[in-house]
């Protein structure tokens, strides 16, 4: 490590000013009117919009820019006089957004890796191994099912052509999108294996605004499981038809929806299960409904109880069945184990912020991250930020500002640190 104008590397800070003009700038591709949100589905023209904005940024940076053939896109940084041999500390996120977005989910991960690039250009320090920050593709999967796609693929966790053979909710295919904003590149997957990963990230939930505390040390994610429910029922007049005789899919979708929450509190928390989208046919007020497809997102910090949520859910379904003389079929949408960090990065960051002043706690994520698939290759961990009233996957999220540059100095530290070991 260089040491220029006798500042020491831990004393670097990352400049928040630059850090929330991009995030601002960013914000604005895909922006929703009225709101401080983002809606930037992936393989849109909204996300090669704001690809097309990192990708300028890491170039403005002198970044070696690769991108593979789901559109994960790197920008390394090979500082004078190391060996670009070596693997890389990495950190990253996404810039996909569910329809109604916030402006740091994801955003902030990627930005902040930046900055961390950028702080230490300014200030002439080279750290011992080069550094990447990555765009992983379509983490949401609002979109394309399964949720962190991108990242799955660079790991070897999905081929390639298997990612971009998937159809999307508006019929739309990955590789034919991909094709078509310009970001199928040629960079093998899987990718470069990192020296480290480590993601920053608002923490999209209550506990450390609650708690008062600034940055959470991730030391795991839960296991997530999403099942496409289809109920086939019979179309029937809604006036005529009585109660009895009915085969109503749009009730057995009702029913099941009422199941899964009564599921999530009988076996207790951390267990949720939540029912986000249904889709009826015909969708008439007097018609009773023929069709419903309902998605079902089961979660849980603990793999057997996760998959005894699941055996419920079938059971559940076959009695639906039964009573209403409806046909159930399920696909798989994606089903991930919960993943333990590595203790040692995780303990890093925890050091960290300690000292740095920052308050901490380690926690689980009920989210799924990149950094999940990531650990799956190299030593990885998760550093959170404080969310406003727990809000996300909205446009009212919010963090301070100072909770994220707090957050970003955080994560130049760790990078710093790993980089020197």
Not at 219 to 237: C, L, M
Not at 260 to 267: F, K, S, V
Not at 398 to 410: N, W
């Amino acid at each position: 490590m260089t040491v220029t104008d006798g500042i020491e590397p831990s004393e670097l800070r990352i400049d928040g000013d630059r850090l929330l003009q991009r995030l601002a700038g960013l914000a604005e591709i895909g922006a929703i009117a009225g709101t401080e949100g983002c809606s930037r589905l992936a393989f849109t023209d909204a996300d090669r919009d704001g690809r097309d904005l990192v990708v300028t940024w890491m170039q403005d940076l002198g970044l070696t820019v690769t991108i593979d053939g789901i559109g994960n896109v790197v920008g390394t940084w090979v500082p004078d006089g190391v060996d670009p041999a070596l693997a890389p500390v990495m950190t990253g996120s996404h810039i996909d957004t569910v329809a109604t977005g916030g402006r740091y989910d994801g955003n902030l991960g990627v930005l902040a890796g930046l900055e961390v690039i950028e702080t230490l250009l300014g200030a002439g320090h080279a750290p011992e191994r080069p550094l990447a920050v990555t765009v992983f593709s379509n983490e949401e999967g609002a979109r394309f099912p399964p949720d962190m796609m991108g990242s799955l693929v660079y790991v070897g966790g999905m081929a390639v052509e298997e990612a971009l053979a998937v159809d999307g909710i508006d019929g739309s295919r990955v590789g034919a999108e991909l094709d078509r904003i310009g970001y199928r590149g040629s960079a093998p997957s899987p990718g470069l294996t990192p020296h480290a990963f480590v993601e920053l990230h608002i923490e999209q939930g209550p506990v450390l605004e609650r708690e008062g505390i600034r940055i959470g040390a991730v030391e795991s994610v839960q296991g997530i499981s999403w099942t496409e429910v289809t109920i086939e029922g019979q179309s029937n007049h809604a006036g005529t038809t009585p109660m009895a005789l009915r085969h109503d899919a749009g009730y057995a979708a009702a029913r099941l929806a009422t199941r899964m929450r009564e599921l999530a509190t009988e076996l207790g928390p951390p267990q949720v299960a939540t029912v986000g989208a249904i889709d009826l046919h015909p969708n008439l007020v007097n018609v009773v409904a023929a069709r419903a497809v309902l998605t079902v997102d089961l979660r849980h910090t603990d793999d057997a109880v996760l998959t005894e949520a699941e055996r419920r859910l079938d059971v559940e379904l076959e009695a639906i069945a039964a009573a209403e003389g409806v046909s159930i079929s399920t696909r798989r949408l994606a089903r991930f184990e919960p993943v333990i960090f590595d203790p040692t990065v995780v303990g890093l960051v925890e050091a960290t912020a300690g000292d740095l002043d920052l308050s901490t706690r380690r926690m689980p994520s009920g989210a799924g991250h990149d950094a999940q698939m990531l650990s799956r290759i190299c030593p990885s961990a998760m550093i959170f930020t404080p969310s406003r009233d727990g809000i996300s996957h909205n446009p009212a999220e919010h963090t301070d500002p100072d909770d994220l540059v707090a957050g970003s100095d955080v994560l130049l530290q760790v990078m710093l640190r790993l980089a020197a070991r």
